[in-house]
T-cell receptor
Framework: EAGVTQFPSHSVIEKGQTVTLRCDPI?????LYWYRRVMGKEIKFLLH????????ESGMPNNRFLAERTGGTYSTLKVQPAELEDSGVYFC???????????????FGSGTRLTVV | GQSLEQPSEVTAVEGAIVQINCTYQ??????LSWYQQHDGGAPTFLSY????GLEETGRFSSFLSRSDSYGYLLLQELQMKDSASYFC????????????FGTGTKLQVIP
């Protein structure tokens, strides 16, 4: 099966501009997650979709970030306007379910490296 | 809140054994996972401990002790390709079951 695909792999934008990141999860995976790693620090949770619904968006840093998942398929994460501190690697992950027991792991995409200058 | 602490960097010699520790302050989680991430790559799932004790998968083993709020990843017969960042992670029980990652350990394997 195809893995989680993210686009673009790299993006360099100026402060104040808008950037949209895209994630295509594994087909059939209802759960889609966005994470961010800044400056080699921990991988921080941003939000979680179950199909097209936002299940948990407690990690979204502020209202400059907007995530959508149209029709429960691919997801986009828009940053508008971008600030310098938004630079980092944005990862998307998907999983089939969130069973009460067991964790067979997320499948991550390779990430989008965002640089805001 | 929840936090998972790891050493920031570890250096080990090719062929040796290295242990990467993870101490946590959280409650109510299903188990402890480990992920590996090479520079520029996707984090990949390595192992999962649902119960206390040792889980072995080839050269990698992972351990969990809930009473000590502690776990570790053990890498044996180190190879140069094992140089990467390693993250422990927990899936919180209840609520939305999101996975929370540790601070990450950058492992450098030297000849």
């Amino acid at each position: 099966e195809a893995g989680v695909t993210q686009f673009p792999s790299h993006s360099v934008i100026e402060k104040g501009q808008t950037v949209t990141l895209r994630c295509d999860p594994i087909s059939g995976h209802d759960n889609l997650y966005w994470y961010r790693r800044v400056m080699g620090k921990e991988i921080k949770f941003l939000l979680h979709f179950v199909k097209e619904s936002k299940q948990d968006e407690s990690g979204m840093p502020n209202n400059r970030f907007l995530a959508e998942r149209t029709g429960g398929t691919y997801s986009t994460l828009k940053v508008q306007p971008a600030e310098l501190e938004d630079s980092g690697v944005y990862f998307c992950a998907s999983s089939r379910g969130t069973g009460a027991r067991g964790d067979y792991g997320y499948t991550f995409g390779s990430g989008t490296r965002l640089t805001v200058v | 809140g929840q936090s998972l602490e790891q050493p920031s960097e570890v250096t080990a010699v090719e062929g040796a054994i290295v242990q990467i520790n993870c101490t946590y302050q959280t409650s109510g989680f299903y188990g402890l996972s480990w992920y590996q991430q090479h520079d520029g790559g996707a984090p990949t799932f390595l192992s999962y401990n649902a119960l206390d004790g040792l889980e072995e998968t080839g050269r990698f083993s992972s351990f969990l002790s809930r009473s000590d709020s502690y776990g570790y990843l053990l890498l044996q017969e180190l190879q140069m390709k094992d140089s990467a960042s390693y993250f422990c992670a927990v899936r919180l029980s209840g609520g939305y079951q999101k996975v929370t990652f540790g601070t990450g350990t950058k492992l450098q394997v030297i000849p």
